[in-house]
């Protein structure tokens, strides 16, 4: 049977994320002893917060050297955390702070690590990771021998935990962090406004479509940003884009100023896992359409009734102007006096 160490680092008001609470049902399911193992600069909120979950030690190290992302700091407290629960199985949500830290402290500890992992279930009383491989086209199940083995789990794999709060029996690990660096403050890009938003119930996809020549033709590409982005402040929502859009700057094209490659969705960008999906001006062929594999409720608006959204790919197509649909979209979402 395995010894599991649920590893988490807090947010800012001291409890658990999002990310966390997903990744927590996932390692009591393993039906081993769970150990839950907290750093940040004050943990008793968030051991609170999961103190009925049925672990049977809760472990934290915590201090203001703990406070923001460092990989020097962050693989002391692992490392202590795993050496004093002395878990075999180590499972952390894939937050980019954990992907700096646990491969360097999987070395230390002569273990192994996988990250991107999509589920973990016990097969024949044996750990098995599920994860997707070539851009998300082909699923493995994949085992380990080597111990300790620590495993990162994407977020949106699994619900949440909701169990009661509580008062949880805490225990403080001493770590005397060595460090060469100073944190002095966090500076904000000023390059726009953020448009990504992981935790978004909606992502909005604009395809090459806007850019094009429209109805009169003539491009709008001006109005196009603006109705995008009237669309994303009203609703709440994330932004996506098809490749082909993206790569129009290097084309001499015209673009919009509020799309990046980072948000790029498909099988050469990202594949979020929003609720709802809504694509724009996208076709829906295979390459954009990959990065929607774990979209829950897929919609499409497109003036073809023959694009790839129409061949099983979309649960509804709208066969519409997109200019004209989001126009009205954001009239409706418009506050009402």
Not at 297 to 312: K, S, V, Y
Request: charged content about 20%; overall charge neutral; some cysteine.
């Amino acid at each position: 049977m395995e010894r599991v160490l649920f590893l988490a680092h807090t947010e800012p008001d001291g409890r658990l994320g999002k990310a966390a609470l997903e990744t927590l049902p996932a390692a009591l399911a393993l039906g081993g002893e769970t150990v839950i193992g907290l750093v940040g600069p004050s943990t008793a909120p968030a051991a609170d917060q999961i103190a009925a979950c049925g672990a049977v030690r809760f472990l934290a190290v915590e201090g203001a050297e703990f406070a923001v992302s460092r990989y020097a700091t962050d693989r002391q407290a692992v490392e202590a955390l795993c050496r004093e629960s002395a878990a075999t199985l180590i499972l952390a949500p894939h937050s980019s702070r954990w992907v700096r830290a646990l491969p360097g402290v999987s070395a230390r500890l002569n273990g192994r690590v996988d990250t991107h992992a999509t589920a973990i279930s016990v097969v024949n009383e044996v750990p098995a990771v599920t994860r997707w491989f070539y851009r998300q086209r082909m699923e493995g199940v994949l085992t380990r021998a080597q111990r300790p083995w620590f495993v990162l789990l994407e977020p949106g794999c699994h619900p949440a935990w909701t169990g009661p709060g509580g008062c949880a029996a805490l225990e403080l690990l001493r770590v005397e962090p060595a460090t060469r660096t100073i944190v002095t403050g966090l500076r904000a890009s000023q390059a726009g406004e953020q448009t990504i938003r992981p935790d978004a119930p909606l992502l909005f996809v604009a395809g090459a479509g806007w850019t094009k020549k429209q109805a009169d033709g003539v491009a709008h590409v001006e109005e196009a940003e603006r109705l995008i982005l009237d669309m994303l402040r009203a609703s709440g929502a994330s932004l996506g884009g098809s490749k082909s859009l993206v790569d129009l700057s290097g084309e001499g094209q015209a673009v919009l100023a509020c799309m990046t490659h980072l948000n790029q969705i498909g099988q050469t960008g990202s594949t979020p896992r929003h609720p709802k999906g809504l694509s724009t001006c996208c076709h829906g062929e295979e390459p954009h359409v990959v990065g929607w594999r774990f979209i829950t409720e897929r919609r499409a608006i497109n003036l073809d009734p023959n694009c790839g959204w129409a061949r099983g790919k979309a649960d509804v197509l709208y066969v519409a102007d997109a200019f004209a649909v989001v126009r009205e979209v954001n009239r409706l979402l418009e506050p009402r006096p």
